[in-house]
């Protein structure tokens, strides 16, 4: 007889590098979240463009509508203003997401006692967020691509040449925001740490967003004219060096666009030589000095926290009669004063959000000024409902958020009390100093207390702006887990909200102009009380969501 055949021995294949397993599970985590409450396996995505799919679409939209206004300009002026559009939704992506992505105190319980190396954790995570925005970045400069190609002056190098000069953006814009954690992580101890990290953030967000607007202020003062590489402030925009890139491969190829075009090579390689060559091993260490526990002083004398003292004391003390309102009020306060997770996602995320409003408050000079002057009052008054629409959106994450589950088991019928007390401590500690800042600002630019009247139309809206969040239930504070997923579409939220704020601008402007100010200030007062009358007896219907 003959005798069977001898089984194969199984192919074994090798393992893949630590860095591609660590890339995969960051951009696992990125798609489907930390947590697995309310995860199906069927309807989690399964790539970014599933994930992002609505917001890449209206990217894209806006992106069309801003190549399209800049036909007529030359290459070089048309790439500046893409690649100055382009680096403020990055920055608002990445100056928001990277202290969620870099610093998670779970994963460095898992992580740090195993052999990998933190230049490598460190790379596959800005790989991650680099995806991201390279996703973000194309839906946006898609229109642009095709019409560079279609323009008189237009070549069909250009979609190549804006598409790399696109991707040398990104990388500088994540590798500046590693730069300035690790640079934190070198100069400062534990004890400072988290409150530089946010603060770091938050200056990088502005300059990000401010650096991007610096074109369009110099348009309204010179116009496009002499929006030119002979300006020799231009050339100090890194925008300008991605410019030139464009302009040196697919346009004039003029020796001051090769120069720009190496000064920006230049920055992105050292920023990312910086970042992950002389700093990375810094990384690691931050991570340990994170994970730390660090037992706070104890505080002299037996005296309440001044939190409590505020709350206790009117007005705050006839606004926050129930106690659930008044305890979810102090529980709010304490996290977007102390709690590292909660200052890095909603600080980062609102300062660049409300740069705009001060760029629209700063002259515009020529002819018209006073016109720009008085509807850049009324539009900041209008955007401040920003600040308690996305401020509650953001408190709903946090990295403690299975504690909520206390909540649920309270005797409470719903979620209402614990949304006003959330709306009440944004309202009282963000949007009011908010109000402040920009009523200042107006104030010393115009020196005119009147135009201060403009804000009024704004101010008015808020308490329907702040119970849009809650009247879903949807501003529960701490009750879900972070995902990173949700900052990309910050900069998509900003867009969708400057079309309401523009147009309660352009009315209030008009009214101010023709002298109807007052009787518009009637007929809105009216309809919000209305419309809010109405929120409100819908939020007390609110019943808990499903847990899972």
């Known amino acids: 007889m003959n005798a069977p055949p001898l089984a194969k021995p199984p192919v074994i294949k090798p393992a893949p590098p630590p860095q591609v397993v660590l890339r995969r599970l960051f951009l696992r985590l990125f798609l489907r979240g930390r947590s697995s409450r309310g995860l ?3 309807t989690a995505p399964q790539s970014i463009g599933s994930k992002l799919a609505m917001t890449l679409c209206l ?14 300009q030359p290459l070089f002026t048309m790439s500046l203003f893409l690649h100055s559009a382009t680096i403020v939704f990055l920055g608002m992506f990445v100056a928001s997401s990277a202290g969620e992505v870099l610093f998670n105190k779970e994963e460095a319980d898992i992580l740090l006692h195993r ?24 839906a946006f400069n898609l229109a642009g691509l095709i019409m560079g190609v279609l323009r008189a002056d237009g070549s069909r190098l250009f979609p190549i040449a804006h598409a790399l000069s696109t991707v040398l953006e990104a990388l500088f814009c994540t590798g500046g925001v590693v730069v300035v954690y690790q640079l934190c992580l070198r100069w400062f101890g534990r004890e400072r740490l988290d409150g530089l990290m946010t603060t770091a953030q938050v200056i990088f967000a502005i300059a990000v967003v401010a650096g991007g607007q610096l074109p369009r202020l110099f348009m309204q003062y010179n116009g496009f004219a002499r929006l030119n590489m002979q300006s020799w402030w231009v050339c100090l925009l890194p925008t300008a060096w991605f410019a030139g890139f464009d302009d040196a491969v697919a346009g004039s190829r003029a020796g001051s666009s090769w120069l720009l075009a190496g000064v920006g090579l230049a920055a992105t390689a050292g920023v990312l030589w910086i970042a992950f060559g002389k700093l990375a091993e810094d990384y690691e260490t931050g991570l340990q000095r994170l994970g730390e526990t ?10 309440r926290r001044w939190t409590d003292v505020l709350a206790s004391a009117p007005p705050l003390r006839w606004w926050l009669r129930d106690s659930i309102s008044r305890a979810s009020f102090l529980l709010v306060t304490a996290y977007l ?10 600080y980062p995320a609102l300062a660049p959000m409300m740069m705009m409003p001060v760029i629209f408050l700063l002259p515009t000079g020529g002819a018209g000024s006073n016109v720009g002057n008085e509807f850049g009052t009324a539009f900041s008054g ?3 409902g920003l600040v308690p629409m996305m401020s509650l959106n953001l408190l709903q994450y946090s990295q403690q958020w299975q504690a909520s589950d206390i909540f649920r088991v309270a005797p409470m019928s719903g979620p209402t009390a614990l949304c006003n007390g959330a709306r009440r401590a944004v309202l009282s500690l963000l949007t009011l100093p908010m109000l402040v800042i920009f009523a200042g600002i107006a104030w010393l630019i115009r020196h005119d207390a009147s135009q201060l009247l403009l804000l009024l139309p704004g101010v008015v809206a808020l308490p329907v702006y702040a119970l849009i969040p809650c009247v879903m239930g949807e501003a529960v504070p701490l009750s879900k887990p972070a995902e990173e997923a949700k900052s990309t579409g910050r900069g998509l939220v900003m867009m969708a909200m400057m079309i309401p704020a523009l147009l309660l601008s352009g009315i209030a402007y008009w009214a ?6 007052w009787w518009l200030m009637l007929g809105e007062t009216l309809a919000v009380a209305v419309v809010y009358a109405g929120m409100r007896a819908s939020m007390k219907a609110l019943q808990w969501s499903p847990a899972e």
Request: proline letters at 3%.
């Open 40 to 42: 199906r396996k069927s």
């Open 59 to 72: 990217y894209g939209f806006f992106g069309f509508l801003v190549a399209t206004g800049l036909m007529s």
């Open 115 to 138: 052999p990998v190396a933190s230049r490598t954790m460190l790379w596959a995570k800005v790989r991650v967020l680099v995806e991201v925005s390279l996703w973000l970045a194309g």
């Open 294 to 303: 660090v037992s706070r002083p104890r505080r002299s004398g037996g005296g």
């Open 337 to 346: 004063l102390r709690d590292r997770d909660v200052k890095l996602r909603v």
């Open 382 to 384: 209008a955007y401040l």
């Open 512 to 517: 101010w102009s023709t002298g109807w100010f």
